[in-house]
């Protein structure tokens, strides 16, 4: 069982930035894809990043792309998401999920992930 804690969340004004970050209790963390995904009330959780346990490379939904990054320290079993250029945008919850044994191709869905933390809160208001 993978215990993941997301921090980080918090108020921010549009244009802003901010960073997120996942611990997790397992130390074989290298092994682990890791995402990043958000959810706004009333709305699917959708896919914002992630990084492939293979080969370390991070892959970002076409609306993040260029404006945020993951990146995963397996010393730390850390992995962190900067977020830059914030719009405004409804309140949402981000999660950090884990998975050992998902396929490339199935990053994106958010069923493919076994492993859930409680999730940050992150707003973007003035």
């Known amino acids: 069982q993978v215990q993941l804690l997301e921090t980080g969340g918090g108020l921010v004004q549009p244009g802003g930035s901010l960073r997120l970050s996942c611990a997790a209790s397992?130390?074989?963390?290298?092994?682990?894809?890791m995402g990043w995904f958000r959810q706004a009330p009333g709305k699917e959780r959708e896919f914002v990043a992630a990084?492939?346990?293979?080969?370390?490379?991070?892959y970002y939904s076409d609306s993040v792309k260029g404006r945020f990054t993951i990146s995963k320290d397996n010393a730390k079993s850390t992995v962190y998401l900067h977020m830059d250029s914030l719009p405004p945008e409804d309140p949402a919850v981000y999660y950090c999920?884990?998975?050992?044994?998902?396929?490339?191709?199935?990053?994106?869905?958010?069923?493919?992930?076994?492993?859930w933390g409680q999730g940050t809160a992150v707003t973007v208001s003035s």
């Open positions: 999920p884990a998975d050992g044994t998902l396929k490339l191709s199935s990053i994106t869905p958010h069923s493919a992930y076994d492993y």
């Open positions: 990084v492939f346990r293979t080969y370390g490379r991070p």
């Open positions: 397992e130390r074989t963390f290298s092994r682990y894809t």
